[in-house]
């Protein structure tokens, strides 16, 4: 049977049960009282601001029927009140949680196929379910859980699944290497090599070996599939011949290549070849970086032995996870690009191209800092700055302390200086552009989630 009982927890995390039933079937984990339904095992994470383990009471309340804990003392009415329910404390709950993902995994002989790379991770983990789905019943990642208690959660949601799509991140070394030991992949992706979180890695060079952690985890039979038109791993794949490798592109040879692309506002179509058939290809998203999405997808889905046809129509019908390339329009016929989940130099990019080739009056692109930059940020702020003006992007909103970096050299490459406004806040810049936007503009709004720009996406598509 692919079930974890009490008793099970209690031998493999070196537990001790406080009170209740060994035999108590777990099922259904959650770290988030808020978010507990009847039956549902309670995990208490400590956090930076807050200590999950201090509300077990509340859990309990809510139906938990076991709560893990980490060094707590219980109160004695508590034990009376919920003597129908079962707590168990270990030393630490992140190395609970990971111990659990671990031994959950090993229950299930399957398709794991995981995903990381700078820029695309989400956005290639919804593509490939949505493929992988048409043969399998897919668990995978819901929105950003990626770190090191979201992906042993998600492992621990598996029951009747087939197959399992994980995307994994990371800010710093080491983080992908414990990641990929919990999910053991038969397939990793790698996406790209690009600048994210480069002021913690220091260098491109350093990112790579942080990707290329993945391969520590991977099955002895598994396959990387990487994007060959990044340069690092272009190079990286021409050194290390002793994996199995596959390989998408556009530019550069590859095994999975897309010619012929017609780059639309919302879709995109292209000629792909499967099993030396040329067939054409359609992604509802626009943007060329969704082409590349695709094309992994495809790679990907012949791996698992999903038929043609299926893979092209799981391509056809996939949707992005909320606030990545999310197109609405409000009541006064303004486009807005919700783009506000993260940012970094590579996908400011390419969301900045893709606003250029919108069809509408103006287009305004309002940018805010991309984080975790280190002695790089100014840099990559001004060279996003000589894309705005390098798209002839009509009107630009910035909002912190680094983004007015993106202002300067936007006007220094071009950029008129009075279609440009800077902001320390974000509620000064929501006046101003509710001042300036008028019917028919495109709005790509942008930045790293910790800018909260989702307030500037909630405000402009209720005005």
């Not at 260098?203 to 985890?217: D, M, T, V």
Request: charged share 30%.
């Amino acid at each position: 049977m692919k079930e974890i009982k009490v008793r099970d927890i209690l031998k493999i995390c070196n537990a001790k049960l406080v009170f209740g039933n060994e035999d108590e079937l777990c099922e259904n984990f959650s770290k988030d009282t808020r978010q507990i339904n009847k039956g549902d095992v309670y995990i208490g994470i400590k956090g930076e601001n807050f200590d999950g383990n201090t509300l077990y009471e509340e859990a309990l309340k809510y139906g938990a029927k076991v709560c893990i804990l980490e060094n707590i003392e219980i109160k004695s009415d508590i034990k009376e009140k919920f003597k129908d329910r079962t707590i168990i404390i270990v030393e630490d709950t992140i190395k609970t949680l990971k111990e659990l993902a671990e031994y959950k995994r090993k229950m299930y002989d399957i398709p794991v196929i995981a995903v990381t790379g700078s820029v695309g991770k989400t956005s290639t983990k919804d593509i490939l379910a949505s493929v992988v789905s048409k043969k399998y019943n897919v668990l995978k990642t819901e929105g950003n859980l990626n770190n090191q208690i979201g992906l042993p959660l998600t492992i621990l949601k598996l029951k009747n699944h087939t197959a399992m799509v994980v995307e994994m991140g990371m800010s710093k070394s080491g983080e992908i290497r414990a990641l990929t030991n919990i999910a053991k992949p038969t397939i990793a992706v790698i996406t790209n090599v690009g600048t994210a979180h480069i002021g913690n890695l220091g260098s491109r060079q350093n990112i790579l070996k942080a990707k290329l952690e993945i391969l520590e985890g991977m099955d002895k039979d598994g396959i990387l599939v990487i994007n060959n038109d990044n340069d690092m791993l272009c190079e990286w794949n021409k050194k290390n011949v002793q994996y199995k490798v596959a390989t998408f592109g556009i530019d550069n040879k590859s095994d999975f290549m897309a010619k012929q692309i017609n780059l639309q506002e919302y879709s995109s179509v292209f000629v792909a070849s499967f099993n030396n058939e040329e067939q054409q290809v359609t992604v509802p998203i626009g943007g060329k970086h969704f082409v590349y999405n695709a094309l992994c997808a495809i790679c990907v889905g012949q791996l698992v032995g999903i038929p043609k046809e299926d893979i092209l129509d799981g391509i056809k019908k996939f949707e992005l996870t909320k606030n990545r390339m999310e197109i609405k329009k409000n009541k006064n016929n303004v486009t807005i690009i919700n783009d506000c989940y993260n940012a970094n130099y590579d996908s400011m990019k390419a969301a900045i191209e893709y606003l250029s080739k919108m069809h509408s009056i103006r287009k305004i692109a309002i940018l805010g800092d991309m984080l975790e930059l280190g002695e790089y940020s100014k840099k990559l702020h001004e060279k996003v700055g000589e894309e705005v003006a390098k798209n002839k992007i009509d009107i630009l909103v910035t909002v912190g302390k680094e983004a007015i970096n993106i202002m300067d050299i936007a006007i220094q490459n071009g950029m008129k200086k009075e279609n440009t406004y800077h902001y320390n806040e974000n509620q000064e810049a929501i006046k101003k552009i509710k001042e300036i936007i008028q019917p028919e503009d495109t709005l790509l709004i942008k930045a790293s989630n910790g800018m909260h720009f989702n307030k500037i996406v909630e405000e402009i598509y209720n005005m």
